[in-house]
């Protein structure tokens, strides 16, 4: 199975100022033959399945706030808050769906707070 | 709309039997994979396996092999999870997820909105 580490496992960040999550995983998950990461952003608020945000990295889902980035290849990932407002507090998620069988692990996820 | 809703929730005994459902509507339900994700109270999110309602190719995380079924009846468009013999340890919150997109590997949206099993005697 492909290991997906996220640090930090927690942060608080004071509201306006920028929010870096970041995701490592165990191989590579950038597919050579199209040139793709395969690679997921989710957001989880209480109470609530999860939301994707970022898709192939760096691919910012429709309705997504532009304040949301994604970048990375290969096995390091960050999912960048430009300037975090009180909404954004939730459990994010990296998740890779490279591996074949189709086993989408996911990180640990990390919690975001309002400093 | 493309939804997928999933069954209520469920409060059972150790060693039970128990079959969860996850209904898809506003899209080809056939044509597109649905997982499978359980979620411990307090935890992080677990891929359990995944299944293509299509022909019912399905393939689970080792972690769950032999531990649960998923299926799915294409003529109802829905996909369940079910366990011969719950144990306490199956608490959690369940949620089915579709790909983003047919018919490779891609994200997943929607989601469900979860199905809270509690297993106590």
């Known amino acids: 199975d492909i290991v997906m580490t996220q640090s930090p496992d927690s942060l608080a960040v004071s509201l306006g100022e920028r929010a870096t999550i970041n995701c490592k995983s165990s191989?590579?998950?950038?597919?050579?033959?199209?040139?793709?990461?395969?690679l997921a952003w989710y957001q989880q608020k209480p109470g609530q399945p999860p939301k994707l945000l970022i898709y192939?990295?760096?691919t910012r889902e429709s309705g997504v706030p532009d304040r949301f980035s994604g970048s990375g290849s290969g096995t390091d990932f960050t999912l960048t808050i430009s300037s975090l407002q009180a909404e954004d507090v939730a459990v994010y998620y990296c998740?890779?769906?490279?591996?074949?069988?189709?086993?989408?692990?996911f990180g640990q996820g990390t919690k975001l707070e309002i400093k | 709309e493309v939804q997928l809703v999933q069954s209520g929730a469920e409060v059972k005994k150790p060693g039970e039997s128990l079959k969860i459902s996850c209904k898809g509507s506003?899209?080809?339900?056939?044509?597109?994979?649905i997982g499978w994700v359980r979620q411990m109270p307090g935890k992080g999110l677990e891929w359990m396996g995944i299944?293509?309602?299509?022909?019912?190719?399905?393939r689970y995380s080792p972690s769950f092999q032999g531990q649960v079924t998923i299926s799915a009846d294409k003529s109802i468009s829905t996909a369940y999870l079910q366990w011969s013999s719950l144990k306490a340890s199956d608490t959690a919150m369940y949620y089915c997820?579709?790909?983003?997109?047919?018919?490779?590997?891609?994200?997943?949206?929607?989601w469900g909105q979860g199905t809270l099993v509690t297993v106590s005697s």
């Open positions: 997820a579709r790909h983003l997109s047919p018919p490779g590997a891609s994200p997943f949206d929607p």
């Open positions: 506003g899209y080809s339900f056939t044509s597109y994979w």
């Open positions: 299944i293509y309602p299509g022909d019912s190719d399905t």
């Open positions: 191989q590579s998950v950038l597919y050579s033959s199209n040139n793709k990461n395969y």
């Open positions: 192939w990295a760096s």
């Open positions: 998740q890779q769906y490279y591996s074949t069988p189709r086993m989408y692990t």
